[in-house]
């Protein structure tokens, strides 16, 4: 059992477009981390949040915790080329040791 | 600074053979932990360990095993390997790991490929 669900799988779009991944769990997180990996490379974080309703920008990125902390949202405005990417969502807590992962949303930006 | 290393970065193993990856955390982190990324499960928690000592352990075999030294670098070893073992091996550390929300460091991971 996959403790936190992310949707789309994949997702394809044109540059300029925007888009939303998420993230769901049925559990509560004290803490929900956002990571981007590239080919050939480990993850690299890009956000966490810990308070329920949080919403954190970085850039062209806003990041979303649920009021619940069972559920985040990652909204990206007019992709870009570089945002390519696999973009994982990872929960601390929620009965599991360690952190937990999402199997991730391959992003394709086309230009 | 530098960040996470680890070696090698591809290894070719037959089954039933055991392997060593090891993994140098970034300079003052204490904690480091190991995942495995396949395809299909995405990544899973192995194991974390901080001070030298394990701290928390995922759902895998024995056969899964691993060790801090004190340094804080570390070591991860697969017995009895499985054709199953195949995927990417990373490794990451941070200044207090499970505790508190601390971001994980990861380096750009070991590919073991078992035939």
């Known amino acids: 059992t996959q403790l936190l669900e992310q949707s789309p799988q994949f997702l394809s779009i044109q540059e300029g477009e925007n888009l939303t991944v998420y993230c769901n769990s049925s559990s509560v997180f004290s803490s929900l981390q956002w990571y981007r990996q590239e080919p050939g490379e480990g993850p690299v974080l890009l956000v966490t949040?810990?308070?329920?309703?949080e919403v954190k920008k970085l850039k062209r990125l806003t990041f979303q915790f649920g009021d619940a902390r069972k559920d985040s949202s990652l909204h990206i405005t007019a992709a870009q080329p570089g945002d390519t990417g696999l973009y994982l969502c990872?929960?601390?807590?929620?009965?599991?040791?360690?952190?937990?992962f999402g199997k991730g949303t391959h992003l394709i930006i086309q230009p | 600074k530098a960040g996470v290393t680890q070696t090698p970065r591809y290894l070719i193993k037959t089954r039933g053979q055991q392997v060593t990856l090891s993994c140098s955390p970034i300079s003052g982190h204490r904690s480091v932990s190991w995942y495995q990324q396949t395809p299909g499960q995405g990544l899973q928690f192995l194991f974390e360990y901080f001070s030298e000592t394990q701290r928390n352990k995922g759902n895998f075999p024995g056969r899964f095993s691993g060790r801090q030294f004190s340094n804080s670098r570390s070591e991860m070893n697969v017995s009895t390997l499985e054709l199953g073992d195949s995927a990417l091996y990373l490794c990451?550390?941070?200044?207090?790991?499970?505790?508190?929300?601390?971001?994980?460091?990861f380096g750009n991971g070991t590919r073991l490929t078992v035939t």
């Open positions: 990872a929960g601390r807590g929620g009965g599991a040791d360690g952190l937990t």
């Open positions: 949040v810990v308070t329920g309703g």
């Open positions: 990451a550390s941070s200044p207090a790991g499970d505790r508190g929300n601390s971001p994980l460091h």
